[in-house]
């Protein structure tokens, strides 16, 4: 048997390469040159019976090396007298130490100090122990380590660990675990071996945890920017609606999910719009899902969906964003999915909402093929009638999505390969009518309940043949209907110069159907003959309502090519990254169809059709279409500097080069033949006019971090940024170049992180401002109806954003987050001139909104949350509270403050089987999320009667849900 083993020795050795040799002598050579390094330092002692561990501490100072040891061991209470000058420390250690009976070892950069009567320094012993949540749960993949030692380990299944043949000596042993506030604990390493149990804290807020979105991966903790991480716990723990409810989460965001499944509204830090996502940009792993800047169509939400495949979400608020991301001030929300791991692992999890027949399935497996190969495969179905049903099934479809690593062998980086393809259609839910009595309340009328009752028509099928004679079928019920598809990889490689290239490049293609009613006007019944689409008559009393809608019947499509390309390197204290990008951005929209109807004001209306019997009551109104692309060039530099162990600068540069080329409709043409974009929009385009526009932007941000200790910081940050104008503002027909300006962006904040015990926080306050904001006012006219005029505003915010948790005893869990804020127009006229209709109906006068607080922006929005864990259940309950708003920058119609409550509870019926309830909008609040959202600011609220009629959206009633799941 030996002489096998020492042939297979020699074999082995016959392999090692004149290379790794080489290697290995550099390697053997460079530690011995340190530690003779450190002992050739110099030290001068001038002592009359001090104490030892003092003597120590002066070398300390006079070397910068450090000692560890056992007090006891050394006795390093005990009185030296002694006078040496610049003498080497090694000569100083042999000559004073060695008499003491007290030995020396150079460990990497420390000086092991040990008693040479008791301890053999080459004696090894063994650490050993459990890792346990403060919730008492064994928590497996804990890393354990010695510091400034090589010995670590990761805990097993059981929370185990031991880190074997400790040499003897003072050691500060740190454990750390993604989700949980990381702990030290000292460690006296001796003759026997050691047991320890350590225990730790859930860190809700994750300040311990790493951050990948912005640049390179550090801890938030460290981090200038203000952060806030969603972990996959937490989103089971928020079972959010839909995509856009998640983001409630996220302090800054003031975030309206009153669509249902639909497009939702995300306010950035008071900036002004007017729906959508405007300065919000949506990443799903590292990525961007649409081009920022646009309103409800096309939406982000539609384009991702959160599911069992996101691992975590990381929004980076305000000022790195900037740099993150083309045309994004505002924040960046990176969707992350799971991509393998080195174990087997996965979730099958089937829910039911009790309250409105909905059944959804989900379910994502994971694990390795082989050694350098693992995977990731999720996703979901779904079908649900509604919270408030439309009369039929208002969503339903689902996606599929995946990722396979490559690991190279040498162990420097991988290539991923990943693709999703979703197929989902959604209600959009519209405004609706209420009772108008000055409450801010969605009061019923004429019977119908806006709160708990749906004003979509059940009629919703009809065919349209165009002026070409091709003939649409079209149907409501469809709602927003998106198919996608994407492909794309990943490649990271650490090359041997230290360089770390990763290239990013997705394809993708999507096709989005916009079948939707909205109701833009009530009006009381007179006189006049109305049918149902079957032919039959329809009766109605004088002074019933009878509701116009515009039904929008679009076909869009477009298709995204994005590739970014990074270089990052360490070179001595800088971490330096270059990057580049291109995003091309094609869309093919149309025909975008619009149509008038009438229907009833009731739940789950008939369409109606007005003086005659025949035909399906839809009054073609216009025909547009949105034809053109856009070529985004990016460059972005950024340098992260560690100025010392506690101070950290980041400094970061983007410029993005917008080109864009389109088809611009119109529908009139002149006299020598040429297009007239003067001629409204009618259901004939008369042809387009091409056109080519170009335009360079660029952001800058600077940030500083203070590392107090290992659980608090303070960071300041500073930025300028900008807001681009998109394709759809080149589109319009009656296109005028002064419409577009410069919107640049100014932000700066101040920040303080703290993680420790049971209390972790995570607080900042900024200012932002924003310059030209292009906004439409719609104005009602009695005789040509809802009129726009374009204007131009300009903001102000000071804002306060706070993330808080405390755990007063190990199974209650305390959650404050929230933003103040206050936000108001800095330079806002409109004026009636810019539409000859409105002029001609109210002459010539500018409105002035200067020094008005922004529309649908409270001034507070918080939430406080509690979990309790009694063994295998678990309790939590949380309180959203809302301050007024005010509907419109008039500040003439305010909606009141409102709390919505959930409550939840789970049940673990073994460690992998989990049985959980849950109820939203737990006291069943009423309350209007808009209101009079038809030009309310040209309206004199003191004159409008009660019981009049007006346009609104609410928040969802209560509803129940349930789930089961099952993980392994």
């Not at 101070?647 to 080109?659: C, P, T, Y």
């Not at 406080?864 to 008039?890: V, W």
């Given at each position: 048997?030996?002489?096998?083993?020492?042939?297979?020795?020699?074999?082995?050795?016959?392999?090692?390469?004149?290379?790794?040799?080489?290697?290995?002598?550099?390697?053997?050579?460079?530690?011995?040159?340190?530690?003779?390094?450190?002992?050739?330092?110099?030290?001068?002692?001038?002592?009359?019976?001090?104490?030892?561990?003092?003597?120590?501490?002066?070398?300390?100072?006079?070397?910068?090396?450090?000692?560890?040891?056992?007090?006891?061991?050394?006795?390093?209470?005990?009185?030296?007298?002694?006078?040496?000058?610049?003498?080497?420390?090694?000569?100083?250690?042999?000559?004073?130490?060695?008499?003491?009976?007290i030995g020396y070892k150079v460990v990497n950069d420390q000086l092991?100090?040990?008693?040479?009567?008791?301890?053999?320094?080459?004696?090894?012993?063994?650490?050993?122990?459990?890792?346990?949540?403060?919730?008492?749960?064994?928590?497996?993949?804990?890393?354990?380590?010695?510091?400034?030692?090589?010995?670590?380990?990761?805990?097993?299944?059981?929370?185990?660990?031991?880190?074997?043949?400790?040499?003897?000596?003072?050691?500060?042993?740190?454990?750390?675990?993604?989700?949980?506030?990381?702990?030290?604990?000292?460690?006296?390493?001796?003759?026997?071996?050691?047991?320890?149990?350590?225990?730790?804290?859930?860190?809700?807020?994750?300040?311990?945890?790493?951050?990948?979105?912005?640049?390179?991966?550090?801890?938030?903790?460290?981090?200038?920017?203000?952060?806030?991480?969603v972990s996959n716990k937490d989103i089971e723990a928020r079972a959010?609606?839909?995509?856009?409810?998640?983001?409630?989460?996220?302090?800054?965001?003031?975030?309206?999910?009153?669509?249902?499944?639909?497009?939702?509204?995300?306010?950035?830090?008071?900036?002004?719009?007017?729906?959508?996502?405007?300065?919000?940009?949506?990443?799903?792993?590292?990525?961007?899902?649409?081009?920022?800047?646009?309103?409800?169509?096309?939406?982000?939400?539609?384009?991702?969906?959160?599911?069992?495949?996101?691992?975590?979400?990381?929004?980076?608020?305000?000022?790195?964003?900037?740099?993150?991301?083309?045309?994004?001030?505002?924040?960046?929300?990176?969707?992350?999915?799971?991509?393998?791991?080195?174990?087997?692992?996965?979730?099958?999890?089937?829910?039911?909402?009790?309250?409105?027949?909905?059944?959804?399935?989900?379910?994502?497996?994971?694990?390795?093929?082989?050694?350098?190969?693992?995977?990731?495969?999720?996703?979901?179905?779904?079908?649900?009638?509604?919270?408030?049903?439309?009369?039929?099934?208002?969503?339903?479809?689902?996606?599929?999505?995946?990722?396979?690593?490559?690991?190279?062998?040498?162990?420097?980086?991988?290539?991923?390969?990943?693709?999703?393809?979703?197929?989902?259609?959604?209600?959009?839910?519209?405004?609706?009518?209420?009772?108008?009595?000055?409450?801010?309340?969605?009061?019923?009328?004429?019977?119908?309940?806006?709160?708990?009752?749906?004003?979509?028509?059940?009629?919703?099928?009809?065919?349209?043949?165009?002026?070409?004679?091709?003939?649409?079928?079209?149907?409501?019920?469809?709602?927003?209907?998106?198919?996608?598809?994407?492909?794309?990889?990943?490649?990271?490689?650490?090359?041997?110069?230290?360089?770390?290239?990763?290239?990013?490049?997705?394809?993708?293609?999507?096709?989005?159907?916009?079948?939707?009613?909205?109701?833009?006007?009530?009006?009381?019944?007179?006189?006049?003959?109305?049918?149902?689409?079957?032919?039959?008559?329809?009766?109605?009393?004088?002074?019933?309502?009878?509701?116009?809608?515009?039904?929008?019947?679009?076909?869009?499509?477009?298709?995204?090519?994005?590739?970014?390309?990074?270089?990052?390197?360490?070179?001595?204290?800088?971490?330096?990254?270059?990057?580049?990008?291109?995003?091309?951005?094609?869309?093919?929209?149309?025909?975008?169809?619009?149509?008038?109807?009438?229907?009833?004001?009731?739940?789950?209306?008939?369409?109606?059709?007005?003086?005659?019997?025949?035909?399906?009551?839809?009054?073609?109104?216009?025909?547009?279409?949105?034809?053109?692309?856009?070529?985004?060039?990016?460059?972005?530099?950024?340098?992260?500097?560690?100025?010392?162990?506690?101070?950290?600068?980041?400094?970061?540069?983007?410029?993005?080069?917008?080109?864009?080329?389109?088809?611009?409709?119109?529908?009139?043409?002149?006299?020598?033949?040429?297009?007239?974009?003067?001629?409204?929009?009618?259901?004939?385009?008369?042809?387009?006019?091409?056109?080519?526009?170009?335009?360079?932007?660029?952001?800058?941000?600077?940030?500083?971090?203070?590392?107090?200790?290992?659980?608090?910081?303070?960071?300041?940050?500073?930025?300028?940024?900008?807001?681009?104008?998109?394709?759809?503002?080149?589109?319009?027909?009656?296109?005028?170049?002064?419409?577009?300006?410069?919107?640049?962006?100014?932000?700066?904040?101040?920040?303080?992180?703290?993680?420790?015990?049971?209390?972790?926080?995570?607080?900042?306050?900024?200012?932002?401002?924003?310059?030209?904001?292009?906004?439409?006012?719609?104005?009602?006219?009695?005789?040509?109806?809802?009129?726009?005029?374009?204007?131009?505003?300009?903001?102000?915010?000071?804002?306060?954003?706070?993330?808080?948790?405390?755990?007063?005893?190990?199974?209650?869990?305390?959650?404050?987050?929230g933003t103040l804020q206050d936000s108001k127009y800095t330079d806002?006229?409109?004026?009636?001139?810019?539409?000859?209709?409105?002029?001609?109906?109210?002459?010539?006068?500018?409105?002035?909104?200067?020094?008005?607080?922004?529309?649908?922006?409270?001034?507070?929005?918080?939430?406080?949350?509690?979990?309790?864990?009694?063994?295998?259940?678990?309790?939590?309950?949380?309180?959203?509270?809302?301050?007024?708003?005010?509907?419109?920058?008039?500040?003439?119609?305010?909606?009141?403050?409102?709390?919505?409550?959930?409550?939840?509870?789970?049940?673990?019926?073994?460690?992998?089987?989990?049985?959980?309830?849950?109820?939203?909008?737990?006291?069943?609040?009423?309350?209007?999320?808009?209101?009079?959202?038809?030009?309310?600011?040209?309206?004199?609220?003191?004159?409008?009667?009660?019981?009049?009629?007006?346009?609104?959206?609410?928040?969802?009633?209560?509803?129940?849900?349930?789930?089961?799941?099952?993980?392994?």
């Amino acid at each position: 048997m030996k002489k096998k083993q020492l042939v297979a020795l020699m074999l082995i050795a016959m392999k090692v390469t004149a290379v790794q040799l080489a290697f290995a002598i550099l390697f053997i050579s460079t530690v011995h040159a340190t530690a003779q390094g450190m002992l050739d330092k110099t030290v001068s002692i001038n002592a009359d019976k001090k104490e030892l561990k003092k003597i120590i501490a002066d070398i300390q100072g006079q070397t910068g090396i450090r000692f560890i040891f056992s007090a006891t061991a050394i006795q390093s209470e005990r009185t030296v007298s002694l006078c040496v000058k610049d003498q080497k420390l090694g000569t100083f250690l042999q000559q004073i130490f060695v008499p003491l009976h007290i030995g020396y070892k150079v460990v990497n950069d420390q000086l092991l100090l040990y008693n040479t009567d008791n301890v053999q320094l080459d004696r090894e012993v063994s650490i050993s122990g459990t890792v346990k949540s403060n919730k008492g749960e064994l928590l497996p993949g804990v890393t354990i380590q010695l510091r400034n030692t090589g010995s670590s380990a990761l805990t097993d299944a059981e929370g185990r660990f031991e880190l074997k043949r400790v040499a003897a000596g003072s050691y500060t042993l740190a454990a750390s675990y993604i989700g949980y506030i990381s702990k030290e604990l000292p460690v006296v390493v001796g003759d026997a071996p050691l047991n320890i149990n350590v225990e730790l804290t859930e860190d809700v807020l994750q300040l311990q945890g790493v951050v990948v979105t912005g640049g390179n991966p550090k801890k938030k903790i460290e981090s200038s920017v203000a952060i806030t991480t969603v972990s996959n716990k937490d989103i089971e723990a928020r079972a959010p609606l839909n995509s856009t409810d998640l983001l409630k989460a996220i302090p800054g965001l003031t975030v309206e999910s009153t669509g249902g499944d639909g497009p939702g509204n995300v306010w950035v830090r008071g900036f002004p719009q007017q729906g959508g996502y405007i300065f919000l940009g949506i990443m799903e792993d590292g990525l961007p899902v649409i081009p920022t800047g646009y309103n409800s169509i096309p939406s982000a939400d539609q384009y991702y969906k959160t599911d069992l495949t996101v691992k975590n979400v990381e929004a980076i608020r305000g000022g790195n964003a900037a740099i993150l991301m083309a045309n994004t001030p505002g924040a960046v929300v990176n969707n992350l999915s799971y991509t393998g791991a080195d174990h087997a692992y996965g979730k099958v999890k089937l829910t039911s909402g009790l309250s409105q027949d909905l059944y959804r399935a989900d379910a994502n497996i994971g694990g390795r093929i082989s050694e350098n190969v693992k995977y990731n495969i999720g996703g979901f179905y779904r079908t649900d009638r509604g919270i408030v049903s439309p009369g039929y099934t208002a969503n339903q479809g689902g996606q599929i999505k995946g990722n396979m690593t490559f690991g190279f062998k040498n162990k420097k980086g991988f290539i991923r390969l990943y693709g999703k393809y979703l197929n989902d259609k959604v209600q959009w839910m519209l405004p609706g009518y209420y009772s108008y009595d000055g409450s801010g309340k969605p009061r019923a009328v004429d019977g119908f309940d806006l709160f708990s009752q749906s004003l979509a028509t059940i009629d919703t099928k009809w065919s349209y043949t165009d002026p070409s004679g091709k003939t649409h079928n079209y149907d409501l019920s469809d709602g927003i209907h998106t198919k996608l598809g994407y492909g794309g990889f990943q490649f990271n490689y650490m090359t041997d110069n230290g360089w770390q290239i990763n290239n990013n490049f997705r394809y993708q293609t999507a096709k989005t159907n916009y079948t939707v009613g909205i109701p833009i006007g009530a009006s009381a019944y007179s006189s006049g003959n109305y049918y149902y689409t079957d032919g039959t008559a329809a009766a109605f009393k004088t002074g019933e309502n009878i509701v116009t809608a515009v039904a929008l019947a679009q076909e869009n499509q477009d298709k995204q090519i994005i590739d970014y390309l990074d270089f990052r390197k360490k070179i001595n204290r800088h971490q330096l990254t270059l990057g580049a990008g291109i995003y091309q951005y094609n869309v093919n929209n149309g025909p975008d169809n619009t149509f008038l109807f009438f229907q009833e004001l009731k739940e789950h209306p008939r369409r109606l059709l007005a003086g005659s019997a025949t035909g399906n009551g839809m009054i073609p109104l216009s025909t547009t279409t949105l034809i053109g692309n856009t070529r985004t060039l990016s460059a972005y530099v950024s340098d992260e500097i560690t100025l010392n162990e506690k101070w950290r600068l980041d400094i970061g540069f983007r410029a993005d080069n917008d080109h864009l080329t389109g088809k611009r409709p119109y529908y009139g043409v002149k006299a020598d033949g040429s297009g007239d974009p003067s001629v409204a929009a009618t259901t004939t385009i008369a042809g387009y006019t091409a056109y080519t526009e170009s335009n360079t932007n660029w952001a800058a941000s600077v940030g500083l971090n203070y590392k107090i200790n290992e659980a608090t910081a303070m960071f300041g940050r500073a930025t300028k940024a900008y807001n681009s104008p998109n394709i759809s503002d080149y589109n319009a027909t009656t296109f005028n170049p002064a419409s577009i300006k410069k919107r640049p962006v100014y932000l700066g904040e101040l920040g303080v992180k703290y993680a420790q015990g049971n209390v972790s926080l995570f607080a900042s306050a900024s200012y932002s401002a924003i310059k030209n904001v292009s906004l439409t006012i719609a104005v009602p006219t009695t005789t040509a109806g809802l009129q726009n005029i374009l204007a131009f505003g300009s903001t102000r915010t000071y804002s306060a954003e706070f993330e808080l948790s405390y755990r007063p005893v190990k199974q209650l869990g305390l959650r404050l987050t929230g933003t103040l804020q206050d936000s108001k127009y800095t330079d806002y006229n409109a004026s009636t001139n810019t539409n000859p209709s409105v002029l001609a109906e109210m002459g010539d006068t500018t409105y002035s909104f200067t020094g008005k607080r922004t529309e649908r922006v409270p001034v507070l929005n918080t939430e406080l949350s509690a979990t309790y864990d009694l063994k295998r259940f678990n309790i939590n309950l949380s309180a959203n509270y809302i301050g007024s708003r005010f509907t419109s920058p008039s500040d003439s119609y305010k909606l009141p403050a409102y709390v919505v409550m959930r409550g939840g509870i789970g049940y673990d019926i073994t460690r992998k089987i989990v049985l959980k309830g849950w109820v939203d909008n737990l006291l069943n609040t009423k309350v209007l999320t808009e209101g009079d959202v038809r030009g309310d600011q040209f309206r004199n609220f003191s004159t409008v009667t009660k019981g009049a009629v007006m346009a609104g959206r609410t928040i969802l009633p209560r509803s129940f849900w349930a789930s089961v799941s099952y993980e392994f």
